[in-house]
């Protein structure tokens, strides 16, 4: 009985359906995520002829100005896939709507792996290199990391992540919060840099998680020279095209808020889990275009935000507070009525 | 019939033969074609064979799962622990992925590791009984799902197979020669399932794929990322013809494998020639050794049981005390 039970069950259930969904069909009772039809997901690899191979690179622009295209081996050493490390499969493999998300952290996690405030940019590209190029049809080794310039019409950037300030410790695996303020710029096609930020292959700095990364450009020098003290988020440099700022999880506190007004035109705060106080919101009035301000996790009553909310808007919308709809509040509806209150 | 599987030896009396244990009941009333087809049937899917070839495949099997773990323990922070970047439950779904298993504690990976390689080297000492094939199979899924990044087809392939030894009927010792057997359930579906891979393999490259339209497809394939020194210097030497014979060489294998290995006569040539095709996979691919040394261990369901027998110190099953006596011997 036992026998034929095993017999059945592994022929009908687990070979079966491998042939099925190896060859690209479906089950009526089969589901992507289902866990035995995933594992019986086998065959289907190498199917159709390859028009091109893909590249995926990132490009990590230091507080100097210095820009690095670095190999994602730097990030990740297990080597699983080819040449490719994790970090390549997962953004090869995210293409469509998991992409926005996992580059974004990815680029956090990247940017943490820097002493704080190291990284001002990361940008992920792709370089499509077509079959029957001389670097792959006659290569003269193993395929290996490779730059080529980003003009190049075969090269595209993914996606540009600029970092205004990070001074949050490093916490990375699945929580996706690294502290990190962030924000995501729309791809561009062909970026092309000037001949002085023109990207290089650094040597590949040695990876241990527990010391952050250097800046390639300082690694190679020598090792006498000082570093120089990390900038003050006081010392922002203008920016008036920022709209988000994501500060939770990081050590500013009522004081690095008066820089803001750098960033003038400045749309949405994230102020989660900082040191800000009730006091420092204060200094977020200097900002006309303010919609959104996330406190989670800070001192700040929900009161005080109240009340911020209803000054904000009647030093720069006219009429009454109660005649004017009020910006999203911590998400939290609730609070808009509070503010209408006299 | 015969010829689909002669190289398992049953291991009791043949069906008819009622002097054995194990032999198939025989019917009282006179024996129709379909009953004495049916019967053989049983005998051929699931009678009683020696254990000595799935032994020996299980062995090389979890020789090919203990080298592609020790690949990925070269950097288990990254792998297990959240010093890594892993993806988040929100991107596996995204990327259609069933939900992942949480990931370790720094403190908890070299216990992991010591319960991971320990699990492995009991096997490999000889050890096998179902409480250690069962913590298998739990390990082999946990590494698959706790990094989805970092597993490949061949992590599906040791969940299943791990799967199939741990749920597989029982063994007993009481055959007429004395040898250790088992239902042959287990290693029919062990051979069905290579003989299923190669098939299926084959198949989406024509169905979906597009291998019969093009003469240079493999030549596109060894290009990209998979490619080695060997590949390149390959690429650089030999004509475009080159290529376009070894496409339709491994197509065929993959297609006709599964009817040429069911014919006794021709068997060893075929297995030569799986054997061919690995060690060429392996050198023209970087990474797929750990790929090719684990369907090369499923050749040994296949080859002369005399073959199997000439090595049976590397795979016999030991007991506990036997397994402790070696131990305390290296120790000295």
């Known amino acids: 009985m036992w026998a034929w039970g095993f017999f059945i069950f592994i022929s009908l259930r ?57 190999p994602l081996k730097t990030f990740s050493e297990i080597n699983v896939f080819g040449d490719r490390s994790r970090l ?64 190049d019409p075969n090269t595209s950037i993914l996606s540009t992540h600029n970092f205004a300030n990070r001074s949050g410790s490093l916490a990375a695996g699945r929580s996706g919060n690294f502290g990190a303020p962030v924000r995501d710029s729309p791809p561009a096609k ?39 003290d990390p900038p003050k988020f006081r010392n922002v440099a203008p920016s008036p095209t920022l709209k988000v700022l994501d500060f939770s999880g990081a050590t500013i506190t009522d004081n690095d808020l008066q820089a803001l007004s750098q960033v003038p035109n400045l749309e949405e705060v994230d102020l989660s889990n ?21 406190i989670e996790g800070t001192s700040i009553t929900k009161e005080a935000l109240a009340a911020f909310w209803k000054q904000h808007a009647n030093l720069y919308q006219s009429g009454t507070t109660s005649a004017t709809p009020l910006p999203a509040v911590s998400s939290n509806p609730a609070l808009d009525e509070l503010a209408k209150k006299p | 019939m015969t010829d689909f599987d002669p190289v398992s030896t049953p291991a009791g009396p043949h069906p008819g033969s009622a002097s054995g244990k194990n032999a198939a009941p025989v ?45 990925h323990f070269s950097h288990p922070l990254e792998w297990l622990t959240e010093k890594g970047f892993h993806l988040n439950s929100e991107d596996l779904r995204l990327m259609n992925y069933p939900a992942a298993f949480p990931l370790l ?35 082999a899924l946990y590494v698959q799902r706790v990094d989805y990044m970092a597993s490949f087809t061949l992590n599906k392939i040791y969940v299943i197979v791990y799967f199939m030894l741990a749920a597989a009927p029982p063994r007993s010792s009481l055959s007429a020669n004395s040898a250790t057997t088992q239902s042959a359930a287990l ?63 491994a197509l065929g294998f993959e297609l006709f494998a599964p009817f040429f290995f069911c014919i006794r006569k ?43 027998n000439r090595v049976s110190f590397l795979y016999r099953e030991r007991s506990p005390k036997e397994i402790w006596g070696k131990i305390r011997r290296l120790a000295r």
């Open chain 2, 105 to 139: 504690n720094e403190w908890m990976v070299p216990f992991f590791g010591v319960l991971l390689f320990g699990s492995i080297a009991l096997f490999l000492a000889g050890l096998r009984n179902r409480l250690l094939l069962i913590g298998l199979f739990l390990l």
């Open chain 1, 88 to 151: 390549d499969r997962m953004i090869v493999e995210s293409y469509g709507p998991a992409a926005p998300g996992v580059q974004r952290r990815l680029a956090q996690w990247i940017a943490s792996s820097y002493p704080p405030q190291d990284v001002v940019r990361v940008e992920f590209g792709r370089t499509r290199w077509m079959i029957g190029v001389p670097e792959l049809a006659t290569p003269q080794g193993a395929w290996e990391f490779r730059t080529r310039p980003t003009r």
């Open chain 1, 14 to 70: 687990v070979i079966a359906a491998s042939v099925v969904l190896g060859c690209g069909g479906r089950l009526p009772w089969t589901d992507a995520r289902n866990s035995i039809d995933y594992e019986c997901r086998l065959a289907g690899l190498f199917t159709t002829r390859a028009k091109s191979w893909l590249q995926d690179r990132v490009f990590v622009t230091f507080r100097d100005g210095s820009r690095h295209e670095l």
């Open chain 2, 27 to 71: 019917s009282s009333g006179p024996e129709t074609a379909l009953r004495r087809l049916a019967r053989k049937s049983e005998w051929f899917l699931i009678g009683p064979v020696d254990c000595a070839k799935v032994d020996a495949f299980a062995w090389l099997f979890t020789a090919s799962f203990l080298l592609w773990m020790l690949h």
């Open chain 2, 266 to 308: 021709i068997r060893i040539p075929v297995i030569l020639s799986g054997l061919m095709f690995h060690i060429v996979i392996a050198l023209l691919m970087r990474e797929l050794v750990y790929f090719s040394l684990q369907m090369i261990a499923f050749y040994l369901l296949f080859v002369p049981q005399s073959w199997i």
């Open chain 1, 274 to 294: 900082s040191k800000v106080t009730a006091k420092g919101l204060k200094r977020l009035l200097i900002l006309r275009n303010l919609k959104t301000i996330r």
């Open chain 1, 190 to 228: 062909g970026v092309t840099t000037n001949p002085a930020q023109r990207t290089n292959t650094p040597r590949r700095p040695t990876l241990a998680r527990n010391k952050p990364l250097q800046n390639p450009a300082t690694s190679q020098s020598s090792d006498s020279t000082p570093q120089a």
């Open chain 2, 187 to 249: 290693l029919r579906l062990l051979q069905g399932f290579l003989l299923v891979l190669y098939f299926t393999a084959g198949l989406s490259k024509l169905l979906p794929g597009d291998w019969t339209n093009h003469s240079d497809v493999l030549w596109t394939h060894v290009q990209g990322v998979y490619r080695t020194d060997f590949a390149a210097w390959t690429l650089r030497t030999m004509p475009p013809v080159f290529w376009t014979v070894m496409q339709y060489l």
